[in-house]
């Protein structure tokens, strides 16, 4: 936490007005993501990780407190195409090919055809997808679609990558191996990443922290740091020191629970 | 009379031939799709023709094929010259005109909300109105040649076009669009690259409704006034001379107009929709 902030959150309000009566996301969420961590955020549904992945992300506005991405608001992050947001869902254009799809982002961002085309095939292999670059999204299993969307949110380059339970629609086979991929691609790019999940496990797997979160009002019930080292095979989810973390995660969730309900 | 008994005879085999085709192995197979609506068509002409002759049916009252189909080689030359008149000239204009100012409206409104609240009750307001209450008006203003029958058809196609488009502008997920803020995508790229590829099943539904739309407007068009050549006029004109046979000759270079028409349109659906499930 030493290194520079780059993600700062401090007393973050958000506050929806809906027909029946306003709901409270967020209260009071403050948070420092640093350069290169891995920070993943847990609680059931409706604590508001999403919510606050998307404030962050400038797709939400607080009513309360205050964001820094990079220093700068998240509006001016957004439009310096500051991070890659990977959806719940691919998203995939149908009628663009896979390499298509991937090159959204660079075509509207006007990179020249060159080097689109060298991106393209660089994330293409990353995601281990090469070869695919001609077919469409509907020919892919989900798997392979949420990976042509992680290269998508990857072609760009940028030095953020948020993802909103990227892997909750896959199955758990599929779900370890992206896993392991993700975890992989992060130690090579030296990204600096969000991630919501639902899964505990994927939770202290991934991140070098965890952020446990719980409903009505959305808020930060623990911050976990995750001693585990940075190489991590899949087995090391056997080990005491992993079950450990769970364990307090899984404590976390439950007290946040019983305050609410 | 004795013609009837054959009619009868050949109606109960082309179905049991049909019923067999259907329930072959033959039915999947292109020939097989192809064979059971020709069997049925075939079937229908002939025996159109043996009751007419075997009833002895005035020829004003309903032309036997055979004698449709010698008026349709005979008058080539005059079923071209109407088409070209009503087809090519009315029809085809006025859909081209039609869809490309609908589609344009349709930009606009999507653009600005005010029009959205303004113009699409007045275009509601429109497709309401009869088109023989148009018409008379419509040949008034443009005079009596192709251009006033243009006219016509822009104002059939206009709403349903004008509709479908902005439906299908609108028919985008709440990530997709998540997904061009997050590029920052200015309104023009989402609009390109997201919106109008995805309103293109909209679109063409439209466009295919339009394409009947145009033939019926130029057709009924030049019922109010006309040079003296187009479909419309001789259907009209051979109604009151009782040539019947020319008026189903005209019936029939419609039909297979509307047809091809349609296909075409089809076809480029087909090109330009390929991603989406119903295509694919």
Redesign the interface.
């Known amino acids: 936490m030493s290194q520079a902030a780059v993600i700062e959150a401090r007393n973050l309000d958000l506050t929806f007005e809906t027909g029946d009566g306003s709901i409270q996301a967020l209260r009071d969420v403050t948070l420092e993501i640093g350069k290169g961590e891995f920070v993943s955020f847990i609680g059931p549904s409706g604590c508001g990780k999403t919510t606050f992945l998307r404030v962050v992300a400038g797709l939400e506005t607080p009513t309360g407190g205050e964001v820094r991405v990079n220093g700068t608001s998240p509006d001016e992050a957004r439009r310096d195409r500051a991070y890659g947001y990977v959806f719940q869902e691919a998203g995939l254009y149908p009628w663009r090919t896979i390499a298509g799809n991937v090159r959204l982002p660079l075509e509207i961002m006007g990179y020249s055809r060159s080097e689109m085309a060298d991106r393209v095939n660089r994330v293409l292999e990353l995601v281990e997808l090469s070869g695919f670059e001609n077919k469409h999204p509907w020919q892919l299993s989900g798997g392979m679609q949420q990976r042509a969307s992680i290269a998508r949110a990857l072609a760009f380059d940028a030095d953020i990558l948020l993802m909103d339970e990227p892997f909750g629609a896959l199955d758990e086979i599929v779900r370890d191996h992206l896993n392991e991929q993700l975890l992989r691609l992060w130690d090579h790019t030296g990204k600096t990443i969000g991630f919501v999940t639902h899964s505990i496990p994927e939770a202290v797997y991934l991140s070098t922290r965890v952020v446990v979160m719980s409903p009505r009002p959305g808020r930060i019930t623990d911050i976990i740091d995750n001693p585990l080292p940075r190489e991590r095979p899949l087995d090391i989810r056997d080990t005491p020191e992993f079950l450990e973390i769970a364990q307090r995660i899984r404590k976390g969730l439950r007290a946040g629970h019983s305050y609410g309900d | 009379m004795t013609l009837v008994f054959p009619a009868f005879v050949l109606w109960m085999a082309a179905w049991w031939l049909n019923t067999r085709i259907a329930g072959s192995s033959l039915a999947s197979s292109y020939a097989g799709r192809v064979a059971v609506p020709v069997v049925f068509g075939l079937t229908v002409l002939a025996i159109w023709e043996l009751v007419v002759r075997g009833l002895d049916v005035s020829q004003v009252i309903l032309p036997a094929p055979t004698v449709i189909a010698e008026t349709l080689a005979d008058e080539t030359g005059t079923l071209w010259i109407d088409f070209r008149q009503t087809a090519l000239k009315g029809a085809i204009s006025g859909y081209v005109i039609g869809c490309l100012a609908a589609f344009s409206v349709a930009l606009a409104i999507d653009r600005s909300p005010y029009l959205r609240r303004g113009l699409l009750p007045i275009g509601n307001f429109v497709a309401a109105l009869p088109i023989v209450g148009i018409a008379p008006i419509l040949v008034n203003w443009f005079g009596f040649d192709w251009q006033s029958k243009a006219a016509v058809v822009v104002v059939m196609v206009f709403f349903p076009i004008l509709v479908n488009t902005v439906q299908g502008l609108a028919d985008t997920?709440a990530?997709?669009r998540?997904?061009?803020?997050?590029?920052?995508?200015s309104y023009w790229?989402t609009l390109l690259?997201?919106r109008l590829?995805?309103a293109m099943p909209f679109v063409f539904n439209g466009l295919k409704i339009a394409t009947t739309l145009a033939l019926i407007g130029a057709i009924v068009a030049e019922y109010f006034g006309s040079p003296t050549r187009g479909m419309g006029f001789r259907i009209s004109t051979s109604v009151g001379t009782l040539e019947l046979a020319m008026v189903w000759s005209e019936i029939a270079v419609t039909a297979l107009a509307g047809t091809l028409f349609y296909g075409a349109v089809t076809l480029v659906e087909r090109w330009v929709?390929?991603?989406?499930?119903s295509q694919?």
């Open positions: 997920a990530m997709q998540d997904l061009m803020r997050t590029y920052s995508a790229q690259k997201l590829p995805a929709t390929f991603w989406h499930p694919r």
